[in-house]
Each structure stands twice: as C-alpha cells, then as structure tokens.
C-alpha cells in the first residue's frame, strides 16, 4: 500500500509534533525548581512549547487542506495530530496550574506522574518514527506500552489522592494538590487518546 522509499511529509510532520511534545515534557521532568522565578520561566518555556505545536497543527492542517492525495485517511492524520498536541496542551495546563497555585516543591506522586507521561511521550516518537517507515503493525507494541502506563497513573492518583487526605490539613493545600493530581492524570488519558488513535490506524491500513 506504501511506497517504503520515499518519506511522506505528512509523516513528518507527525513526527515532528511528536518531538515537540516529547522535548516539553522531559523539560518539565528534568527542571529543578527552587523558587517562584523558575516556575515562572518553566510557565513560560511550556507556553511556547505549546505555541511550537499549535503552528505544527497548523501547517499539518494546510498540507491536508492543498492535498488532494494522503497515505492514510485525512481524518485519522488529524486525530493523530490533535491527539499528540492534547498531551502538550495538558501539560502546559498544569504547568500553568502550578505556578498559579505557587507549588515550588512537587511531591513524589507529582513526579511520578510525569515520570510516565515521559515514558509515553518516548513511545509515541518511536511509534511516529514507524509510522515514517510506513511500519503500522509494529506500532501496536508502542500503544500497549502507553496504555500499561495509563493504567499506572490510575494507581498513582488513587493512592496519592489517599495520602493527602492522610498527611495533609490544609485544605487550601489538598484543593491544590487533587487538582494537579487529576490533571495529570487527564495527561496520561490523553496519551491513552494517541495509543487508540494509532491502533485505529493500525486497523485500517495494516
């Protein structure tokens, strides 16, 4: 069905929202934050992670509306597309949420959230570099792989949920922190979203 010697640009593209969100979040894992200031610039640096890929959807939407051709359907190159960019926009959310609520010391649960929306947003490159070489099947074990850590973000939230009932008595502090809880959790949802949308792509071109 796919010509495997030349790269579609459609792909590309996908690819490159793909790294887009995969260099935001590892940016958000890998800062340390020590006061106001730096998570006023970790705001700033997600906002323009997140300005990067809405002109990538841009550009992948203009490709789609000059062509009259694409290797898959249209519709599923832009779910694909929309569903990558979610995850940015999620994070960039949050990020904005903590520096809002003035949390310079992220809890473990905090980190280990991220520390699996990392490890899906790694998966979804090396599913976008797969899907350049026009190998669909393989991008299956790169969905199982996000969906397990969707799952785990599951446990995540109800156990930290748990714990700050527990540790906690301010309850201005639990407001914030359940909220920050479930919108990375929402994150790790919208990963899930790429993994479904890869698989239905799977399903209809493999």
Request: glycine share 4%; with cysteine; charged share 25%.
């Given at each position: 069905m796919f010509s495997r010697k030349k790269e579609d640009p459609f792909f590309e593209v996908l690819h490159k929202i793909s790294l887009n969100v995969q260099e935001a979040v590892h940016y958000a894992n890998d800062v340390h934050v020590q006061n106001?200031?730096?998570l006023h610039e970790i705001s700033t640096r997600m906002k323009r992670y997140e300005t990067d890929g809405d002109s990538l959807i841009h550009e992948l939407?203009?490709?789609l509306n000059k062509s009259f051709m694409t290797p898959i359907e249209r519709e599923d190159i832009l779910a694909l597309a929309n569903s990558m960019d979610d995850v940015l926009?999620?994070?960039?959310e949050c990020i904005?949420?903590?520096y809002m609520f003035a949390l310079t010391k992220p809890d473990n649960s905090m980190n280990t959230f991220i520390s699996y929306i990392v490890k899906s947003a790694d998966e979804v490159v090396k599913a976008m570099e797969k899907l350049q070489n026009k190998n669909l099947t393989s991008m299956r074990e790169n969905a199982i792989?996000?969906?397990d850590y969707e799952s785990k973000c599951d446990e995540v939230l109800r156990t930290s949920i748990k714990?700050?009932?527990l540790r906690e008595k301010d309850p201005i502090k639990i407001i914030q922190f359940k909220d920050i809880y479930e919108q990375l959790e929402d994150i790790a949802d919208?990963?899930?979203n790429v993994a479904n949308t890869m698989e239905t792509i799977i399903m209809r071109n493999a």
């Open positions: 106001l200031e730096d939407i203009v490709m926009d999620g994070m960039e904005a949420h903590i792989l996000i969906k714990q700050l009932f919208d990963c899930q």
